[in-house]
């Protein structure tokens, strides 16, 4: 059973160009989350999508970047004209549930390699 | 606003004795906490989890404490191994609040060092 792909691995870009982050989750999980890592920090929280739907956004940047994850293929995270700034680590994860029930409470996400961005 | 704090940037353990990773919390609404541990290049990788109904969960070697009056929470590893270095991160996932529901929060991880 693969775990949660990322591709690239790694992705070189020049300040104005655009990056594509592609993730293929686990096999049957639905939930997908994109999280975004500067040097030296924690990981951030960007966006959690559902199949064809964005549930929450609210922590990607409104200008610039998208996120989709459709009916069949992977999730896709897009940075339009990128800047220096965007320079990070973004990492995915998926999960097959989420369990709200405080008795059998769970929120499990696992995670992908990532893909280090580096913008030139 | 760092709603979940690691203030210990690195531990350094001697290999057989035991880690104690901590991390602190100032939302109230955090009912469920995870640690995750993460080596250079890879993704975090799901270690051990722990619902606000309990105080304590354990799997193998590793254990976690949920002090919920304190909002502090600590992950104990014994006996610490060398393969254990990595840096560790503490998570949290906020009660049903609507949208944000899924994410997760995370500290600044902490870089635990096991020595021979």
């Known amino acids: 059973n693969a775990g949660v792909m990322q591709n690239p691995r790694h992705l070189v870009r020049r300040r104005g160009q655009e990056a594509r982050l592609r993730c293929s989750p686990m096999k049957g999980h639905s939930h997908v989350y994109w999280y975004r890592q500067l040097p030296e920090e924690g990981l951030k929280f960007m966006v959690y999508l559902q199949k064809e739907n964005i549930i929450d956004e609210s922590g990607m940047p409104k200008e610039r970047f998208s996120a989709e994850f459709p009916k069949e293929g992977p999730s896709i995270l897009r940075i339009q004209q990128v800047v220096r700034g965007d320079s990070a680590a973004y990492f995915c994860?998926?999960?097959?549930?989420?369990?709200?029930?405080?008795?059998?409470?769970?929120?499990?996400?696992?995670f992908g390699a990532g893909t280090r961005l580096s913008v030139l | 606003d760092q709603q979940v704090k690691q203030n210990s940037p690195s531990l350094s353990v001697q290999e057989g004795r035991i880690s104690i990773l901590n991390c602190d919390y100032t939302?109230?609404?955090?009912?469920?906490f995870l640690w995750y541990k993460k080596y250079p290049a890879e993704g975090p990788t799901f270690l051990i989890s722990i619902s606000s109904i309990k105080d304590k969960n354990e799997d193998g070697r590793f254990t976690v404490f949920l002090n919920k009056s304190a909002k502090h929470l600590s992950l104990h590893i014994v006996p610490s191994q060398p393969g254990d270095s990595a840096v560790y991160f503490c998570?949290?996932?906020?009660?049903?609040?609507?949208?944000?529901?899924?994410?997760?929060?995370f500290g600044r991880g902490t870089q635990l060092t096991v020595w021979p």
């Open positions: 994860a998926s999960s097959p549930r989420l369990v709200t029930d405080r008795m059998i409470r769970e929120n499990i996400q696992y």
């Open positions: 998570a949290a996932s906020p009660a049903d609040r609507g949208s944000t529901l899924g994410r997760l929060y």
């Open positions: 939302n109230s609404m955090f009912d469920y």
